[in-house]
């Protein structure tokens, strides 16, 4: 079976947030920005979807659904979406869960809120590693807790845990809860299984809990295979995994996210706080996805592969002083251009009026950004040649 990720489907008119949504996310909707194309040729690289058609079992399963012409409350009441996103786990990851553990949310960035409210008591502080997803920090001072951070070091060209300072930042008195994103955004770290261990057994020493935001879990490079931290503590109730079908499948639109949830009482304290209603073509896209999109997906991971390795290729030709690895993991290229901006400069902007091209700069990012920028590569490969290309006339001109 063939897919056709080279297509260039338009997105104009359907409230994409990638498109239309750009100012008002990275510049507070008021900034007077000087463009250097037409708005309908700016490039968006930014948001973390994909510029691809979602898999057909998943539009199949959506259009079966739309048949039925009631649209009413619906519940995860059956075990449809267990049995196909447990399958998947056991199929891709080696890893099982008990039905009841399975919880279900908007998303990953609700259960965060959520997670953070349940399990922090006032004055407890959440640790991250850093540079680290927005939503990480919003998630902890939008319920009054302090954001602790453990500084990622870079060796040869590759993100490492500073395992001294973790152990030392877990060991404060007012750390509780450890948000833990694997694979790690935006560096792209898949982290070993020495890695996850270590960092578990650090955590529950000190009575530090763990939720593991594993969205990226099935984004990793051909050959790799993703290793669920709760899999190597399969007695513990101290970890909650989030996934979701929205990275995997393109479907974030769907708001629809898996918790897995061990602990018997903060399941009960999750279901008397989250009524468990969900969109019935969400239900349908996940389901149909988990079932029937597996193909899809190893050829998905093929393309962004080659596109990863296309980035890599033209930055080494046209930016020799650009800082690039292929990431092990996600469709999300973290470029550090340090060298051609010493002093710092807000790259969100730069790129989009020097070169049309939406994008995030370092900035966006939960401290340690620097002058780095992160690239969503997840389109059509001409898009992706045209928008490096703008990025590289931008830094020569």
């Known amino acids: 079976m063939t897919f056709d990720f080279d297509r260039i489907i338009p997105r104009t008119a359907t409230n994409a947030v990638a498109e239309d949504g750009f100012e008002n996310y990275l510049f507070g909707g008021d900034v007077d920005l000087s463009l250097p194309v037409p708005r309908s040729e700016l490039i968006s690289m930014w948001v973390a979807d994909m510029q691809f058609a979602a898999p057909q079992p998943a539009l199949d399963a959506m259009t079966e659904r739309l048949s039925h012409p009631i649209f009413g409350y619906t519940m995860n009441m059956g075990d449809e979406l267990y049995d196909a996103f447990h399958g998947w786990c056991v199929e891709r990851y080696g890893w099982r869960f008990e039905r009841d ?21 006032p004055g407890d ?39 001294a300072d973790f152990e030392a930042k877990v060991k404060d008195a007012s750390v509780t809860l450890f948000f833990l994103c694997h694979p790690h955004n935006p560096t792209g770290r ?60 393109n479907l974030a639109g769907m708001m629809l996210a898996t918790v897995i949830i061990p602990d018997p009482s903060l399941r009960e304290q999750w279901r008397k706080r989250h009524y468990p209603f969900v969109n019935p073509i969400s239900l349908a896209a996940a389901v149909g996805a988990y079932n029937n999109g597996g193909s899809w997906l190893d050829a998905l991971r093929t393309y962004l592969d080659e596109n990863l390795q296309m980035v890599a290729a033209f930055l080494g030709q046209n930016l020799p002083k650009a800082r690039f690895a292929i990431p092990e993991a996600t469709y999300l290229a973290w470029i550090d251009l340090s060298p051609y901006f010493p002093q710092p400069i807000n790259l969100t902007r730069f790129f989009v009026e020097k070169a049309g091209v939406v994008l995030e700069g370092g900035d966006m990012f939960v401290s340690d950004g620097g002058s780095h920028i992160r690239l969503n590569i997840a389109c059509p490969r001409a898009v992706l040649s045209s928008a490096i290309k703008r990025i590289h006339r931008a830094l020569t001109a």
């Not at 553990?101 to 922090?120: F, K, T």
């Not at 991250?128 to 939008?142: E, M």
């Not at 650090?202 to 969205?215: L, M, P, T, W």
């Open 190 to 249: 898949a982290w070993t299984e020495y890695e996850l261990r270590r960092m578990g057994e650090i955590c529950f020493a000190n009575g530090v809990r763990i939720v593991s935001d594993e969205i990226h879990a099935d984004l990793l490079r051909q050959g790799r295979r993703h290793l669920p931290l709760a899999k190597l503590f399969p007695t513990s109730k101290d970890i909650v995994t989030c996934m979701a079908v929205s990275k995997t499948f």
């Open 101 to 121: 553990a399975m919880q279900v949310s908007l998303g990953v960035i609700p259960a965060l809120y959520a997670l953070a409210e349940y399990w922090c008591a």
């Open 125 to 163: 502080k959440i640790l991250t590693l850093t540079p680290a997803y927005g939503y990480f920090q919003r998630a902890s001072l939008q319920t009054g807790h302090e954001l602790a951070t453990s500084a990622l070091v870079l060796k040869d060209g590759r993100y490492e845990i500073d395992f």
